[in-house]
């Protein structure tokens, strides 16, 4: 009976729980907020996992919301990819909040709710199979990221908040614009629904999908941090605090998700005049991403900013590897994702710690004072650097093997070789230098008295930990984003599950 | 109709554009507004443009698409509270910066400095 509605709490879970910490509880209401805040993270990580093992036989299963039926009904859809994903938020959300909850939550008020919605928001957004719902989604994790990344307040960060909410704003009405000249064209909304009529399109009306297909992908690019819409990313994610930025670490992999989800069900290969829409256009701006930012990376001097960058190069390989569309290639996409998202989550918490233990010169890379707990830091910024970098043995060089693997053309293996492999060098090199500067050019002296409690540093080290896990059990996960790729590339039982309901009505 | 209509949405989008081109928060806002409303015209339009019918099926010939409607609404709530955070924000930035600039003149010398 429950097990039927399951696929939907992952959204419940999260709301309900953001719902109760706005109520006025009591005289110590920080106290029950984290409490509850924690145990919604708990069960979203176990209901994801019994989702994720429900799913993996490669079942799709669709629920209609109010029993409306698609396509015209809104559906939740859960297939492996988005089952996967609903996990990787999950392990991703519990570390970070337990880092927030030694006062980092108490800079700004309502941070405990904000961040149980942003969870919903981005949950939602794996999880619905109605394109118009993909756009609410996206607005309620946008309204509670703007609220988050003001958190604590002071100028440079309400800058960068302006620069992000304007732009976001301009790309919801984008959004709406590319919904409405596909629903013009289409008559649908639901995903699967739309797959098979773009499908029949031809001439003029083929032509038009494709102009709103376009529009979609410049929405889910700015989302994605692509490269001419990328330039909000590095200025936001440097000035917020250290959980937040280790939050939106998921942010941009819900753009590589909606242009992974959409280009593969209703522009893919299977779409007649619409097949492969905007591949070519992911190639290029993939490699360009890929370049700029390890030009960024190499030009910063703060470790926050050098760590946006990586987010950016991050999403520079997996769109470029997107592009390639063989199996091999999303599969390799999907290992990575989950690889880059924990590690710059990471990165992020241990460059808050770095900084203020390092007091005045904070993350800059300059020579700086001792920090208190200079060995243990040390050595999380040397295994997470190694995994961030890709050099063996951590899952980052797993990650960049797959993807090297999955070139398959001469013209793909001479450009995505060594534009990988150079940028790689290139966060090396920024990476080596910001690490050596910071603990090993320090000065003389008493080191500084600021430390941080164990389990802050604990929950930094689970983060890491993942990508050790990521390699001691690459061949199951990389087994797994091969199903996940397969699935992706025959959405054949993807659409006949969310629309079955409908003929079993009529027959 | 459709013309006069199409005519409509389109002088609206490229205003909305200039606006948001623009270098201080004020005329931003404004654009976004603007651009939200041309968004909700053409949303609008997308069921077809009909005159004096219901979005009911079988009551007559050529009925209204009633979907449009719903997500325009939607839209519009969405846009509302939207527009609403961005003039506070601009107040925000205007009050504790001093100035409706969107960029920073002196970006260099505060580059990677949190207050």
């Known amino acids: 009976m429950i097990s039927q509605h399951l696929t939907i709490f992952p959204i419940l879970i ?46 799709v299963t669709s629920y209609a919301l109010g029993s409306w039926q698609a396509p015209f009904g809104i559906v939740l859809v859960l297939d492996r990819l988005s089952a996967l994903m609903i996990l990787l938020t999950s392990v991703l959300a519990l570390p970070v909040l337990i880092f927030a909850c030694f006062g980092e939550d108490n800079l700004g008020s309502h941070f405990q709710a904000l961040y149980q919605f942003q969870l919903m928001g981005i949950i939602g957004a794996f999880l619905t199979g109605d394109l118009f719902n993909l756009f609410v989604f996206f607005e309620v994790l946008l309204i509670s990221s703007y609220a988050l990344l003001m958190h ?51 001439g003029d009306e083929a032509l038009i999908a494709r102009a709103g297909g376009l529009l979609l992908l410049i929405v ?103 592009s390639m569309a063989n199996a091999q290639a999303i599969a390799a996409v999907i290992y990575y994702t989950l690889h880059s998202t924990l590690i710059t989550g990471a990165l992020f918490l241990l460059a808050d710690v770095i900084a203020e233990q390092r007091g005045k010169t904070a993350s800059r890379v300059v020579k700086g004072r001792k920090m208190a707990q200079h060995a ?33 053309t001469g013209a793909q293996v001479a450009l995505l070789w060594p534009l990988v492999l150079f940028s790689t060098f290139l966060i090396m090199i920024a990476l080596t230098r910001a690490g050596s500067r910071m603990f090993w050019h320090t000065f003389d002296g008493k080191p500084n008295d600021v430390s941080h409690p164990g389990l802050q540093l604990a929950s930094i080290g ?41 003929r079993g009505n009529h027959e | 109709m459709e013309l006069l209509y199409s005519i409509t949405v389109g002088t609206l989008t490229a205003c909305s554009v200039f606006l948001i081109l623009r270098g201080r928060s004020f005329p931003i806002v404004i654009g976004i507004t603007m651009l939200s409303y041309a968004v909700n015209l053409f949303l609008f339009s997308t069921g077809r443009l009909v005159i004096n019918e219901l979005p009911l099926i079988g009551q007559s010939q050529t009925p209204t698409d009633p979907l449009p409607q719903a997500l325009v609404l939607t839209a519009i709530v969405i846009g509302f509270a939207m527009t609403a955070y961005s003039i506070i924000l601009a107040v925000r930035v205007r009050g504790e910066i001093g100035s409706d600039e ?14």
């Open chain 1, 376 to 408: 243990t830091l040390g050595v999380l910024f040397f295994v997470a650097a190694i995994a961030i970098i890709g050099l063996p043995p951590l899952s980052g060089f797993v990650g960049k093997l797959f993807i090297l693997e999955a070139a398959r």
């Open chain 1, 220 to 322: 889910f690019g700015l989302k994605a941090a692509l490269l001419p819409l990328y330039f909000w990313l590095p200025q936001a994610y440097a000035m917020t605090t250290g959980t937040v930025a280790a939050l939106f670490a998921i942010m941009t992999k819900v753009g590589v998700y909606a242009i992974i989800r959409v280009f593969t069900l209703i522009f893919g290969d299977h779409a007649g005049e619409a097949a492969m829409l905007g591949y070519d256009w992911l190639w290029w701006l993939g490699l360009g991403t890929l370049a700029i930012g390890g030009i960024g990376v190499l030009g910063s001097r703060d470790l926050r900013l050098i760590i946006s960058y990586l987010v950016v190069i991050s999403v520079g390989t997996l769109l470029t590897t997107f």
């Open chain 1, 14 to 59: 999260p709301m309900l729980a953001a719902l109760i910490q706005l109520l006025p509880l009591g005289d110590h209401p920080q106290r029950i907020r984290r409490a509850i805040g924690l145990t919604s993270c708990t069960l979203l990580i176990l209901v994801s996992v019994y989702l994720l093992v429900e799913t993996s036989s490669g079942a």
């Open chain 1, 152 to 202: 604590g307040g002071g100028k440079l960060k309400l800058r960068a908040t302006l620069h992000y909410v304007l732009l976001n704003l301009t790309g919801s009405a984008i959004f709406l614009i590319s919904l409405g000249v596909l629903y013009g064209i289409t008559g649908t909304l639901n995903m699967a629904d739309m797959a098979n009529k773009v499908a029949a399109l031809t």
């Open chain 1, 462 to 502: 689970v983060l890491i930990g993942a990508s050790l896990a990521l390699t001691i059990f690459a061949e199951p996960v990389a087994q797994f984003s091969k199903d996940i790729a397969a699935q992706l590339l025959q959405p054949t039982d993807y659409i006949s599950t969310v629309l079955e309901h409908e």
């Open chain 2, 102 to 115: 969107v960029n920073d003149p002196n970006y260099s010398a505060s580059e990677g400095q949190r207050s």
